[in-house]
């Protein structure tokens, strides 16, 4: 498994626990326990998932099989030197 395959699994089921506190937050009549689990889910959201996010992009762009689709639309941009950018 490469690095990026890991740092997917990593994201997918970083994000199924802040679901699934997210669920708890919402399941419970506790407003105590409600509040944790919103804090929770906050904090992950925060400190985990939008840096391993990042991280994810990061990786993306620089892993080989992510390039060959880069260079691709590169190569049409170069072609089309012309045309109008969005």
């Known amino acids: 498994m490469t690095v990026g395959e890991k740092l997917h ?8 626990i802040h679901s699934q506190l997210k ?4 399941d ?5 326990a ?3 689990f ?3 889910a906050d904090a992950l959201e925060n ?16 892993e ?5 689709f880069g260079q691709t ?5 170069q072609h089309g030197q012309g045309q109008t950018r969005r």
């Open 28 to 32: 419970t009549q506790d407003q105590a």
């Open 9 to 16: 699994q990593c994201l997918t089921q970083s994000e199924s």
């Open 47 to 62: 400190s985990v998932i939008r840096p391993l996010r990042a991280r994810v992009s990061n990786v993306e762009a620089q």
């Open 38 to 40: 919103t804090q929770m």
């Open 73 to 77: 639309q590169e190569q049409q941009g």
């Open 34 to 36: 409600k509040q944790a």
């Open 64 to 68: 080989p099989t992510y390039k060959v």
């Open 23 to 26: 669920s708890f937050a919402l």
